[in-house]
């Protein structure tokens, strides 16, 4: 049985066994040897102890597993063997090229990195590009554009990679943000860079790899071919990244910004905030936000993740702590929302009513002018319509305003009128609902002969808003001569259901009210032409004119055209305009229309 031993590698603990730490340990000894004459050799070997570190971590499951020779040969593999990395100038000066091109380092896949070294704030743009291959100049000018035509959103995406992509500390990292292979040469030929240039003849050595690896793709067309797919598709999957990107970012800066909008923290008095109050089922609005911001915004902001994770392969993981946390969360505001629905549903599932009904001193011999009164201060015009508003009364007192007042004009052949008022809301039953219908306030006045019916009601706000709504039910005697003003046209736009006499078009006229219907005493007469345009009719009852041996004309006087109908009993002429004259035996009418 082998012992095992505790190490610390570039500040994180290992246990090891006793064969594979005398290995390391050569290992490390001999890269030590290596670059003993090598400027900046502690930061090399601190650096390559870093990367060996990393590589453990990658191949450990768990923080007990002990780290055995199979281990440490593979991660010797992978960084090399110092011997055949030494890249000082005598080393390559009688060697052949051939034995050169062995030794030069190969570039791999790109890692996203913040590159704080050349960056200006937490090296972002610095680090993009790199990972693009474009000048960071560029990148930060995008950013401002961005930024810009976004109104400010880019910036919550720019914190997000500040957040999430990690800094390029060690020399390992610096290295991988190039698309440069992290081994032994790689790491002291960067650190080299801090203190000299690198000699041409390695640069040329570089260049001549390059070249070959450019000759060996084109040498096969259907591996160019193959890596032209693969680019599509790497480019076709980072395309959907930057879409998750912004679509998950644009939420999130909506749902954060209208969690202030609405008034939740009590730090902006939004006018919308009463409206919304008054649908609500009484939770709170502060609740009501704040679960729908988590019940939104944590899938959209795990989008944001993934869009992340697609464009940065070593993006920092959430956690698992972090991610059953947010699941629970958003759990617990899906239920909390559900259960607010499910409330809001079962508040408005009845419906009740409350009537009233009034005795009207109208009389079959009298003229009643029908009026709607509106409240100037909190309506531009009597129109009805389902909104409402939230005022304020004489006493400061909130209270909810509402225009949907439905008017019904019936007969009766009662010697005296009537008015019925029928108020309705909605409530969680029907207790509930009469006692909100009961509190709408609305008014009805008798003055002389005059008629004025509210165009509105209000209610106390702390019943809120269920679809109330008020009804009024005008019964007139048989015989009197109604006269409804131009305001109440809205208000009796009613189906045949409601077996409404008073028809839409007859405001401003004098009707007579009969047994079911309404006879307009001064509406204008109806004249017109047959389908044809070749026959006058008429559609007074009373015309005693004989159609049958008619003649009818068309002329032309000074560019108008008229109509002219001729028989026994006199000549009529029309314009198109409406204008007419009538000749018969009692003399000459025109009408000027």
């Not at 000082?88 to 570039?107: C, L, Q, V, W, Y």
């Not at 009852?541 to 026994?568: C, H, L, P, Q, Y």
């Amino acid at each position: 049985m082998n012992k095992t031993v505790n190490i610390n590698l570039a500040g994180i603990f290992f246990h090891i066994d006793e064969d594979a730490y005398a290995r390391l340990q050569r290992y490390l000894e001999a890269i030590r040897h290596s670059f003993s004459n090598t400027q900046g050799r502690d930061e090399i070997i601190s650096d390559i102890e870093a990367r060996i570190a990393e590589l453990f971590n990658e191949k450990i499951k768990n923080d007990r597993q002990v780290i055995s020779l199979k281990e440490v040969e593979e991660v010797i593999a992978i960084m090399g063997q110092p011997e055949d990395y030494m890249v000082d100038e005598e080393i390559f000066e009688d060697e052949p090229k051939a034995e050169r091109k062995s030794k030069t380092t190969k570039t791999i896949g790109k890692q996203l990195f913040r590159d704080t070294e050349h960056g200006y704030v937490g090296g972002v743009s610095s680090g993009l590009g790199h990972y693009l291959s474009i000048e960071a100049i560029w990148v930060r000018l995008l950013w401002i554009l961005l930024t810009i035509f976004s109104s400010g959103a880019f910036i919550v995406i720019y914190i997000a990679f500040w957040i999430f992509v990690p800094e390029a500390k060690t020399t390992a990292d610096k290295l991988a943000m190039r698309g440069e292979e992290v081994t032994i040469s790689n790491i002291e030929k960067k650190i080299r860079e801090g203190f000299q240039d690198v000699s041409d003849s390695i640069k040329n050595v570089d260049y001549e790899k390059y070249g070959n690896q450019a000759r060996s793709g084109a040498s096969s067309a259907a591996t160019t071919l193959g890596n032209i797919i693969r680019f599509c598709l790497k480019l076709f999957v980072k395309f959907i990244g930057v879409l998750l990107l912004l679509i998950a970012g644009s939420t999130l800066i909506g749902l954060f910004v209208a969690l202030f909008s609405v008034g939740t923290f009590g730090l902006v008095d939004a006018p919308w905030t009463d409206y919304i109050e008054m649908v609500n089922s009484g939770a709170p609005l502060w609740v009501i936000s704040i679960l729908a911001f988590f019940a939104i915004g944590i899938p959209f902001f795990f989008l944001f993740v993934l869009g992340l994770k697609i464009l940065v392969s070593n993006l920092k993981p959430v956690g698992r702590i972090a991610s059953l946390t947010l699941l629970g969360v958003w759990l617990l505001s899906v239920i909390g929302l559900s259960v607010i629905g499910i409330s809001q549903a079962t508040n408005r599932a009845f419906d009740g009513e409350v009537a009233t009904t009034e005795r009207l001193d109208i009389t079959p011999n009298d003229t009643i002018f029908l009026e709607m009164r509106s409240n100037p201060d909190h309506s531009g015009r009597s129109y009805r319509n389902s909104n409402f508003q939230v005022i304020y009364g004489d006493q400061n007192e909130k209270m909810l305003y509402g225009q949907d007042v439905r008017l019904i004009v019936k007969s009766t052949k009662d010697s005296v009128g009537k008015i019925e008022v029928v108020k309705s809301a909605e409530g969680r039953n029907y207790d509930d609902a009469r006692e909100r219908a009961q509190n709408i306030n609305y008014s009805t006045s008798l003055v002389g002969n005059r008629l004025f019916l509210n165009d509105f009601f209000t209610t106390d706000a702390s019943y809120k808003y269920r679809d109330q709504e008020v009804q009024v039910t005008l019964f007139i005697p048989v015989g009197t001569v109604l006269y409804a003003e131009d305001n109440t046209s809205s208000f009796h736009r009613n189906s045949s259901h409601y077996d409404d006499i008073l028809i839409s078009g007859q405001e401003g006229h004098f009707l007579q009210i009969m047994d079911g219907e309404a006879s307009c005493a001064d509406c204008p007469e109806e004249d017109s032409w047959d389908e044809n345009g070749d026959e006058w009719q008429d559609s007074d009852e009373d015309n005693d004119w004989d159609t049958s041996d008619d003649f009818n004309a068309r002329i032309d006087v000074n560019g108008d055209e008229m109509k002219v109908k001729v028989n026994d009993k006199g000549i009529e002429v029309k314009k198109e305009n409406g204008q007419s004259a009538k000749i018969d035996s009692n003399g000459i009418e025109i009408n000027n229309n």
